[in-house]
């Protein structure tokens, strides 16, 4: 029977059981089930592998043993699963060079080592995750290497100079147009040596002039003149007839460097920093050269067992790369392999300088460069790292974009794949790296989360929430919340060390400093118990998504900083029918998993029903074979605006664009294959096959969802990405039994239909941001009543408020606590009650008020808090209650609301903008005030029971 609307609030809340980390016992009402029945210990309790887990910033090595082990303590004492231990402290994270010695201090030295290991030690006491970064900064750079030599990064770039037709150059060859990539403000030009690749001459195009925004250049007058040059110099006749572009290309080092220190280094004072160069990332010089330096410095045996016992990887942030254009010195000879041809002729094109031949010629070119660039980046970095972790018991975890990749099929090819809520705002970033990870066989999909523009000390645990509940819908399973930063540096101010505050020595900060020196850190058991639960749901089992999108672009996060979306589904259409999808590249296509049995693709994975072709002009010949054997096969296909009409590779071109468009007829002639003229209309055409969504709801709607099936149970994860509550019935795919659990709390209650058929249909309402779980194939046990509100609500307006009021102390690391105690006749913010209007801290309101008797006959009672600031805990008559939803504020009080006097304690807790603002004007304070507390309106309901629903068969 559908779940009426009225009745949802209190599904979530009956048949509570307290999150871990929660203060109080089980719970029950008038119409709970029986304490925990059915819910399983892992979705109750969940592990420590399932929680949440913290980027860890360290000032180097400048840390105590005491404080490492006083952190991770507070880390899991808080409930969260684990850390990754990255070094920041330069003039981006706030903290100086010249303050920290790098011999003494710096990462890799004898005393990083026992840093590390007492962090492992605590860490495996306490059965937490831990990881390590490849580097001290990123992109992954390594003392020793010069900017020439082996394994350090290169860059190619080109000069070039205007030569009339008939006149003689005689002179030395053109210099590059720009400077090292590497070479900053902060960073002087670095010792590199530009070597000359190749020159060439090509005629002009009518109207083009060297330095024109666009060059044309006349294809078949390219003539190579790199024999001919002589000691640097050149002396070349140009043919009569228009003006002629002599093209001098280079290879060089970038340059690029990051302040990691070399554990041999002699540096007598700390103003004396050896730089460490950024490895080659597309040849497997660099790759080795991480892992050689690793091997001589890094990983002593007991560090390396303690790893190995706390599950740790080896991480890898995205390619920060600085390049005009990204090189390899074996190029030249991995293009003519992978490519089939020689790619000097075509240097111009892919050198950065703005020349072109025809159009056609000029995109097929750049498109070979990236697929080549992917291949290296692929088999010589993320291969090879890979295997470097498994050889130690390890595994990598890393960030696969940042430059022309294919980034689904890199997700699919590593242990861990990772995005970033930063970079990620459009969902579909994560969709591209879930396709990956679920055609890959793996299981995570993490993700680097809350890193906020100027968030130090100001972002709440709501809003972070929020950002996560978004990203988990996206195919995110583990959060790195971004971050945890250790509790002291030198030059720090109260309340301590926050990494990145300020940001580039400016007055902006950039994410937040979580920990104990934070009010609103009273509260964290409560938010890592929830989204450790929401973790758990969204690893069970194997994923279900409804279809498929191809993405043959490169690089998951392009065009994030402009905010453009390449190759991603812009209709929003589709989503708010209901249907999951997911980004398969070319390259992921050709991944074992990529076959199709029952009219699914990925069966024993994903099992997508459909692939939609978005308006894809372009496709590799390969793709096309493969997508007619799967349509051949039973795989549904819906083609959105153009079919493909051509090949995107440069070799062979015509006669594979030939053989391509027999393809894509014989394609387009298949049973299973649909065309539609838009992005728009695709929901419908996938209704008119048969493909529905495994959530199906009733109507449009802004609710998201992920599915996961184990066995014959079917795990739901609901979540409302729209500004408005959602209140509407869905149909879930799945055994239509099962039970409804509440995230926050633990608290599960059966939900049934009655009508026994091989869906479930529900009544959801959501507030915006709010997330539930539905768990099919199981039940809780109990019986279930409509519960039925009764009379006027009890409102509660007077309220007596005590502050502990967190201000700087004696030292950076120590707060000084006073109280306040202000007596309320109305709700009001901190900011608006004359003395609390800068203070953060911990507010406890207290409220005593009469119960008439016919109140609590009518059944039981629940609490609505209306708006806070920001996370809250309550209790009853001296008894705590179980997490409050921050999205929903309202605690279930079932039947211990008593006739006569009864005392409600609401805890709230803030963040340091408020004090910061006055503390430190410097940084803070251009921040407005933020509103803290409890604002209300405050009310108690009363409800009572209505009919028993029927136990399902075999409940």
């Not at 104990?516 to 450790?532: E, I, K, M, N």
């Not at 109140?855 to 001296?878: H, K």
Request: a negative charge; glycine letters at 10%; aromatic letters at 8%.
């Amino acid at each position: 029977m559908a779940v009426a609307p009225s009745r949802r609030r209190f599904l979530q809340s009956i048949g509570a059981v307290v999150a871990a980390g929660a203060l109080g016992g089980a719970v029950t009402s008038s119409c709970a089930v029986e304490s925990g029945t059915g819910v399983p210990e892992w979705l109750r309790e969940p592990a420590a592998s399932m929680r949440p887990r913290f980027r860890w910033w360290w000032p180097g090595a400048m840390v105590e043993d005491a404080q490492i082990a006083a952190e991770v303590e507070a880390m899991a004492a808080a409930g969260f699963g684990g850390f990754e231990i990255g070094d920041v402290w330069d003039s981006v994270s706030g903290v100086g060079a010249e303050s920290i010695d790098p011999v003494r201090y710096g990462w890799g030295t004898p005393r990083w080592h026992a840093a590390v290991a007492t962090a492992l030690k605590t860490a495996k006491q306490h059965g937490l995750t831990a990881d390590l970064t490849i580097g001290p900064h990123w992109p992954s750079a390594i003392p020793g290497l010069t900017p020439d030599g082996v394994g350090s990064a290169k860059e190619i770039v080109a000069g070039a100079v205007e030569v009339a037709g008939g006149a003689v150059f005689d002179a030395a060859v053109p210099e590059p147009a720009t400077p090292p990539s590497g070479v900053t403000e902060g960073n002087p030009a670095p010792p590199v040596t530009a070597v000359l690749h190749a020159l060439l001459a090509a005629r002009l195009q009518p109207g083009s002039a060297v330095g024109g925004r666009v060059v044309g250049l006349v294809a078949d007058s390219v003539t190579d003149l790199t024999t001919t040059v002589r000691d640097g110099r050149i002396s070349w006749t140009a043919p009569d007839g228009s003006a002629w572009a002599l093209i001098a290309i280079w290879t060089r080092g970038t340059g690029q460097i990051v302040n990691a220190y070399d554990t041999k280094s002699s540096a007598a004072s700390p103003m004396t920093t050896p730089q460490a160069y950024v490895v080659d990332h597309f040849g497997p010089d660099g790759a080795q050269a991480v892992i050689d330096y690793w091997g001589r410095n890094l990983l002593p045996d007991p560090i390396l067992d303690l790893l190995r016992d706390v599950g740790g990887s080896i991480f890898e942030d995205s390619l920060e790369l600085k390049a005009v254009v990204y090189w390899t010195p074996n190029m030249p000879r991995e293009f003519a392999e992978r490519r089939g041809y020689d790619l000097t002729r075509y240097l111009p094109l892919i050198a950065g300088t703005g020349f072109s031949y025809d159009d056609a010629t000029t995109t097929r070119v750049r498109h070979d460069y990236d697929q080549t660039i992917s291949d290296l980046y692929l088999d010589n970095r993320v291969d090879k790292l890979k295997q470097w972790c498994e050889s130690l018991g390890l595994r990598f975890r890393n960030q696969p974009y940042g430059a022309p990749l294919d980034s689904t099929l890199a997700a699919a090819r590593t242990d861990i794949p990772e995005g970033e809520s930063l970079a990620f705002s459009d969902l579909d970033r994560f969709r591209t790296l879930a396709g990956g990870r679920d055609l890959g066989g793996r299981a995570i999909l993490s993700d680097e989360a809350g890193a906020f523009l100027n968030g130090a000390y100001n972002t709440t645990w709501k809003q972070l929430i929020t950002t996560l509940n978004s990203n988990y819908a996206a195919g995110v399973n583990q959060v790195m919340i971004h971050g945890f930063a250790y509790a002291d540096a030198p030059g720090a101010q109260w309340p301590g060390f926050a990494a990145f505050s300020p940001l580039f020595g400016g007055t902006i900060s950039f994410a937040e400093a979580w920990g104990p020196r934070q009010p609103s850190w009273v509260h964290a058991p409560d938010v890592s118990t929830y989204l450790g639960r929401l973790q758990a749901v969204l690893r069970a089992g194997s994923p279900r998504v409804d279809v498929a999108v191809y993405r043959q672009e490169f690089n998951a996060s392009a065009g994030a900083l402009t905010g453009s979306a390449v190759g991603f589904f812009d209709d929003p259409g589709l989503r708010r029918a209901g249907y999951t999808y997911q980004f398969l590249s070319h390259g992921a296509l050709t991944l074992p998993r990529a076959r199709v049995s029952d009219g699914r693709l990925a069966a024993d994975g994903p099992g997508y029903r459909a692939l939609i072709l978005n308006d894809q002009a372009t496709m590799p010949l390969a793709t096309a074979n493969t997508l007619l054997v799967f349509a051949r096969r039973g795989l549904h296909i819906v083609v959105v605006g153009r079919a493909p009409g051509s090949t995107p590779g440069y070799r062979d071109a015509r006669s594979e664009d030939e053989q391509l468009s027999r393809v894509i007829a014989e394609l387009l002639a298949e049973r299973t294959v649909v065309r539609v003229s838009m992005q728009g209309d695709v929901p419908a055409a996938l209704t008119r096959v048969g493909i529905l969504p495994d959530v199906r709801p009733d109507g449009s709607t802004e609710l998201l969802s992920v599915h996961r099936v184990d066995g014959d149970s079917h795990y739901y994860y609901l979540y409302n990405a729209g500004s408005a509550a959602i209140d509407q019935s869905i149909s879930l795919q799945g055994n239509s039994i099962g039970y409804q659990l509440n995230p926050w709390t633990g608290a599960a209650s059966t939900v049934s239909d009655a009508r026994g058929s091989d869906n479930l249909e529900v009544r959801i309402r959501l507030e915006p941001a709010e997330t539930t779980v539905i768990v099919l194939g199981a039940v809780v046990g109990g019986t279930l009543r409509d519960p039925i509100d009764r009379g006027e609500p009890l409102t509660l307006e007077s309220w007596t408020l005590r502050v502990e009021d967190w201000r700087p102390g004696p030292t950076a690391t120590r707060t000084a606590k006073t109280e306040h105690t202000v007596h309320l006749d109305r709700l009001t913010p901190w900011s608006k009650i004359t003395g609390l209007e800068d203070v953060s801290g911990i507010g406890t309101y207290t409220t005593t008020f009469e119960v008439p008797a016919e109140f609590t006959r009518t059944g039981a009672t629940q609490l609505n808090l209306g708006e806070m600031f920001d996370t809250a805990r309550v209790s009853l008559n001296g008894q705590q209650l179980p997490p409050v939803d921050v999205f929903h504020p309202v605690a279930d009080l079932g039947d211990r609301l008593r006739t006569g006097e009864n005392t409600i304690t609401v805890q709230v807790a803030s963040t340091l903008n408020n004090r910061l603002r006055i503390s430190r004007p410097e940084l803070f304070g251009s921040r407005e005030r933020q509103d803290y507390g409890l604002l209300g309106p405050v009310h108690i309901t009363s409800y009572t029971s209505g009919t028993p629903h029927p136990r399902p068969s075999g409940a």
